[in-house]
């Protein structure tokens, strides 16, 4: 398993500003995702961020709204940029760590940091 | 259009009985099945999985049937406790890629 911690872990923003979210990871992990939960819905997946080029983003979610940087194995940032109180939501970010057991059965489980509360007034 | 659908917005349930949570899902490429426990305040956790080539998996008190020829899948929680109380997202992806979640369903467990 992997130890994620992010930053902040809540925040209250006013619209038009923009916020950094930060992903730590306590060890290297082949891949990194950054997904948003609004009220009531289910997890949303904003984007996929690559260690040394440009994240891939979902269907939906640009990079001049959703900036998102990985310059090592263990770190990651999201911004949100030019908030609207839509973009309130709980932002979370997830790892799928490296895999050394030959048991492909665990291959597929992602890890989740606790998330960010942004609201934006 | 949702691939992953869980119908059941809520679930309530007495101490020590079992708890089902259904999720049917429309993607016939999906392969892996998982199923996630959110607390509030708290990121998902990782509860339990189930690959397309199996029909069955248990972990403790936590099992997973899976019917690919229906696209639907439960978690069992026997006996259930109160503090499972949470909401549970079952989620699937495609080769370990395209990871799609359920709404989830809030399952409160009564003492």
């Known amino acids: 398993s992997a130890v994620i911690s992010q930053k902040p872990s809540r925040d209250i923003c006013q619209r038009g500003t923009s916020l950094t979210i930060q992903c730590q990871v306590d060890?290297?992990?082949?891949?990194m995702f950054w997904y948003r939960q609004q009220p009531g819905q289910s997890l949303t997946l904003i984007a996929t961020?690559?260690?040394?080029?440009?994240?891939?983003?979902e269907s939906g979610f640009v990079i001049d709204k959703f900036p998102i940087s990985r310059p090592n194995l263990t770190f990651s940032t999201l911004t949100v940029s030019n908030m609207s109180p839509e973009d309130s939501s709980i932002y979370l970010c997830?790892?799928?760590?490296?895999?050394?057991?030959?048991?492909?059965?665990?291959?597929?489980?992602?890890?989740f940091g606790p998330g960010t509360r942004l609201t934006v007034l | 259009d949702q691939q992953v659908k869980q119908n059941s917005p809520s679930l309530s349930v007495q101490e020590g009985r079992i708890s089902i949570l259904n999720c049917d899902y429309t993607?016939?490429?999906?392969?892996?099945f998982l199923w996630y426990k959110k607390y509030p305040a708290e990121g998902p956790t990782f509860l339990i999985s189930?690959?397309?080539?199996?029909d069955k998996n248990e972990d403790g008190r936590f099992t997973v049937f899976l019917n690919k020829s229906a696209k639907h899948l439960s978690l069992h929680i026997v006996p259930s406790q109160p503090g499972d109380s949470a909401v549970y997202f079952c989620?699937?992806?495609?080769?370990?890629?395209?990871?799609?979640f359920g709404p989830g369903t809030r399952l409160s467990v009564l003492p």
């Open positions: 060890s290297q992990v082949t891949m």
């Open positions: 189930i690959s397309s080539i199996k």
């Open positions: 989620a699937a992806t495609s080769y370990g890629q395209n990871f799609v």
């Open positions: 997830s790892v799928l760590p490296y895999q050394t057991s030959s048991d492909k059965s665990s291959y597929n489980e992602q890890f």
């Open positions: 993607n016939s490429m999906f392969d892996y």
């Open positions: 961020a690559n260690q040394g080029s440009e994240a891939t983003y």
